[in-house]
């Protein structure tokens, strides 16, 4: 039997513990980033979300305002910039409550060649892909802690796993999320903030679609996979609202792994 393919927000789990808590969401004005606004929203919780595409961000908050849910407060961040980060931070905490849940979401994918990188490149590969993972955790932390715990997702790769060649800064930055992953584990897990690393593997996103998906990429699909099914955007959602709700209380210092069974 296929499965549905949509973004289906009412044949799925609720989560009780979801409704009402404050969520805060990076790069989420498209791709998997808007599906978790999205799914976050339908249970009820209180979300808000940057993104650096503004136009985007604004019609999201305002279509799901006119699906009955109540509308996210987006931001306009350029997420390379930590204090504009921080003050986005601040105005979720300011509007929604003490943040309880932190997806560290944002990255970009695009590819490059080991030849063709510079120092510049580099350093704002790292500054789109990790550092802004890092310094969201840290201004979360505080909230979390008044709170008595929460739940920080970092947002990984397989890229990491199967060692992907045309993007090694992205893949490098990738691979140090796990490590910052279990490391804020270990020191959060005292003030029962629990921080996991999801891995998704490749999500058929438009960006994808347009970009990168053709007849090989097809084949290749076919041939890693353990399911035939495409991997959708609402596939990662929904392992995140799971590692944000009390159902994982227990769970953290994990790679919580949806790619169809590619690795």
């Not at 606004?37 to 999201?60: K, N, P, T, W, Y």
């Not at 802004?132 to 909230?143: D, T």
Request: aromatic share 8%.
């Amino acid at each position: 039997m296929s499965r549905d393919a949509s973004d289906n927000l009412v044949t799925y789990a609720s989560y009780p513990s979801l409704r009402g808590r404050s969520v805060f969401i990076t790069g989420g004005a498209s791709g998997i980033g808007e599906s978790l606004v999205r799914h976050f929203c339908a249970q009820g919780s209180r979300v808000a979300f940057v993104d650096i595409a503004e136009e985007s961000g604004r019609e999201l908050a305002a279509a799901i305002d006119a699906d009955g849910h109540a509308a996210p407060l987006f931001i306009p961040c350029d997420l390379r910039d930590i204090e504009a980060l921080k003050h986005a931070i601040a105005e979720g905490v300011a509007q929604n409550g003490p943040l309880q849940v932190l997806c560290n979401n944002a990255g970009n994918d695009d590819r490059h060649q080991t030849e063709d990188v510079t120092v510049a490149y580099w350093d704002d590969r790292m500054a789109v892909n990790l550092r802004h993972q890092f310094f969201a955790a840290q201004a979360a932390r505080p909230f979390m802690k008044v709170l008595g715990g929460g739940s920080i997702i970092n947002f990984g790769s397989i890229t990491w796993m199967v060692g992907d060649p045309d993007c090694p800064a992205y893949v490098t930055a990738k691979a140090a999320i796990w490590g910052m992953t279990r490391a804020l584990a270990r020191e959060f897990g005292p003030e029962r903030i629990r921080v996991n690393c999801m891995v998704p593997g490749w999500v058929m996103t438009e960006r994808q679609m347009s970009l990168w998906l053709n007849e090989a990429g097809e084949r290749q699909i076919a041939e890693r996979q353990c399911l035939p099914d495409r991997l959708q955007p609402s596939d990662i959602a929904r392992m995140a609202l799971f590692l944000a709700a009390d159902d994982s209380a227990m769970c953290t210092s994990q790679q919580f792994i949806v790619d169809g069974g590619w690795v």
